[in-house]
């Protein structure tokens, strides 16, 4: 079933880490030419996306294991930044139907 004119499962591709850490960190620009990615962390975070973007206590938070997906245009990044004393790695795989 489709949710908002948008395929439930997606096929799952590349994926980019970046380490979270009290700074933030940028992924590469992605590239995927669908515009979906699939993003997951092993610890909670704050995030951030955009052509040059700095993730800050005041961004979007993504929980700990939590999958969201995301519909972003190519050569955009994800920004990271650990949220309170938690630090990990953060997943961007790339998806298409």
């Known amino acids: 079933m489709a949710i908002g004119g948008y395929p439930t499962a997606f096929k799952l591709g590349d994926t980019q880490t970046v380490s979270v ?17 699939r993003v ?3 610890c909670d975070i704050h995030i951030e996306i955009g052509e040059n973007p700095t993730a800050t206590t005041g961004s979007a938070l993504l929980p700990a294991y939590t999958i969201e997906y995301f519909f972003i245009p190519e050569s955009m990044k994800i920004a990271v930044l650990k949220f309170a004393t938690q630090s990990g790695t953060c997943y961007i795989t790339d998806c298409t139907r």
């Open 21 to 37: 850490g009290s700074s933030s960190a940028q992924s590469n620009a992605l590239t995927n030419n669908m515009n979906h990615y």
């Open 40 to 42: 997951i962390s092993s």
